[in-house]
């Protein structure tokens, strides 16, 4: 019955395959993001419990919280996030971002159940914002370097220690699994600034 088709048939039998296609692509697309949660819901101030198996569940939470890392635009991002109050969060970041290269290495993955300890007693000081936060940034201070530990996605042991960016990142990812928001790190004056401009922002009137 095909072959009997005239090609024009046959054309948009095959641009209608196409589009089911690319309709399907998108919608498995879209099912990997998840919706952020936004300040002001109770699962970013509760504390995420360990995992006790790294399962193919933990892998599909892993890959959609990329997912939705990266069509958010962060660097970092913790299971709660996500509504999963799972020791989980994913990270892509350079390995030093004081190197103006642009073709400076990154290093991308999740770390389950972490555990850091600072590395060194240097802090340093840097904007941070949240994605359950958006658009307010504040000067925060963290340890400038860290060591952190625990699984990837694959089960696999992870220990290395980070710098700069990526130990900012781990720092603030750990806290949001602790149920802690960077704005209960910022000095009481910087603090203040940020709650105003949280009470002002249109997400937050709208959630609140």
């Given at each position: 019955m095909l072959e009997a088709c005239s090609r024009h048939t046959q054309d948009r039998v095959t641009d209608l395959w196409c589009a089911i296609e690319s309709k399907r692509e998108r919608e498995d697309w879209n099912d990997m993001i998840r919706k952020l949660r936004l300040m002001g819901d109770p699962v970013l101030v509760s504390e995420a419990?360990?995992?006790?198996?790294?399962?193919?569940?933990?892998?599909?939470?892993?890959?959609?919280?990329?997912?939705?890392?990266?069509s958010a635009g962060g660097v970092g991002l913790a299971a709660n996030q996500v509504g999963v109050l799972q020791?989980?969060?994913?990270?892509?970041?350079?390995?030093?971002?004081?190197d103006p290269n642009p073709d400076r290495e990154y290093k991308r993955g999740a770390i389950i159940n972490p555990v850091w300890e600072p590395v060194g007693e240097e802090m340093q000081l840097g904007q941070e914002g949240c994605l359950s936060i958006p658009d307010v940034y504040a000067d925060t201070e963290r340890y400038m370097n860290v060591r952190v530990t625990g699984l990837d996605e694959n089960g696999d042991n992870v220990d290395f220690e980070a710098t700069g960016l990526l130990a900012r990142c781990i720092q603030h990812e750990t806290d949001h699994l602790d149920g802690v928001l960077f704005i209960k790190r910022l000095t009481k004056e910087r603090r203040k600034e940020a709650m105003k401009e949280i009470r002002n922002s249109e997400w937050f009137l709208s959630n609140n």
């Open positions: 419990e360990p995992v006790d198996e790294v399962t193919a569940s933990t892998k599909t939470l892993v890959s959609d919280m990329l997912e939705t890392m990266d020791r989980v969060f994913v990270y892509d970041c350079p390995v030093d971002d004081s």
